[in-house]
């Protein structure tokens, strides 16, 4: 009889030790973990999403560091963008899905409308150009002309040729975008372009029987519009002193730079017309001799 106690005694021992052995391997198992495949079976447009147009969405993470668990363990699986995203003012903007309406296409952007703040953070050197250059350009929202983002558009969008033959390309020739009324170009400018806003100008400058004829508009007016030089720049002081005395500016003579030495449109005081053409006949004399 004690033999068959202690015989019982080491059976009961002996199943509560695998017992305890049993608990033990199954408590130091990991908990299973989702993998992307896993995370396919199911859901088909998120991968897809990322497959496609995924960035570094696709390249840089996977779907469980984004969404840590599954319900119902884990009921909020939808993170914050600034669970990863820190460190630059556009990160600190609330509403990212104002823009960024695909976490999945986090670069395929559509932009809300009236969109200026979101901007600021990333395009600083444009809207300090608005800033400092007042202009109908300056009140509007950065989406009012990029309502896609990254699209440079068109400025014939808004506003009219300055000719029926002018190109789009030929706008930034003269304006920037940003500063519209700052209009500056190049040495190789042609008059025709000049022509489209300056008609009376261009039709004198080109009727004239001066040397200014051959010269183009850009030479005189250089660089910058409304640029407007003094005749001494290029042509020195070439008359007498008591002469210049007299007739303080040259237009009192030679009328203005784009028809020159019409007198009987020019300013010459009073007494003088006669004594001005006089002059200008005794130098064609002389030209002849």
Request: hydrophobic share 30%.
């Amino acid at each position: 009889m004690k033999k068959l106690l202690v015989m019982m005694k080491i059976v009961t021992l002996s199943a509560l030790l695998m017992g305890m052995t049993v608990f033990a391997a199954g408590a130091a198992d990991p908990k299973p973990s989702l993998s992307n495949g896993d995370c396919v079976k199911c859901h088909s447009a998120a991968p897809d999403a990322i497959a496609a147009n995924g960035g570094a969405h696709k390249t840089q993470v996977s779907c469980q560091d984004c969404h840590a668990g599954h319900p119902p363990t884990v009921k909020k699986i939808i993170p914050a963008c600034s669970q990863c995203h820190s460190g630059k003012a556009h990160y600190s903007l609330s509403a990212c899905l104002r823009c960024h309406n695909n976490p999945h296409t986090p670069k395929v952007i559509k932009l809300a409308n009236n969109i200026t703040d979101e901007c600021l953070t990333c395009h600083t050197p444009q809207i300090a150009k608005l800033r400092e250059v007042k202009s109908k350009h300056s009140a509007l929202a950065c989406s009012f002309c990029h309502n896609v983002h990254g699209k440079i558009p068109l400025c014939t969008q808004c506003h009219k040729p300055h000719s029926s033959d002018m190109l789009v390309s030929d706008c930034k020739r003269c304006h920037q975008a940003h500063m519209p009324t700052v209009v500056a170009y190049g040495s190789d400018t042609t008059n025709k372009m000049c022509a489209a806003c300056h008609k009376n100008a261009f039709d004198l400058h080109s009727k004239t029987d001066t040397k200014h004829k051959g010269v183009n508009c850009v030479t005189c007016h250089k660089d910058k519009h409304k640029t407007v030089p003094t005749c001494q720049a290029c042509h020195g002081a070439p008359h007498p002193p008591r002469m210049l005395a007299r007739f303080t500016k040259c237009g009192e003579c030679h009328n203005i730079a784009h028809d020159l030495n019409r007198w009987e449109t020019g300013t010459l005081k009073k007494g003088d017309v006669e004594k001005a053409e006089t002059l200008k006949q005794s130098k064609k004399g002389s030209k002849k001799k």
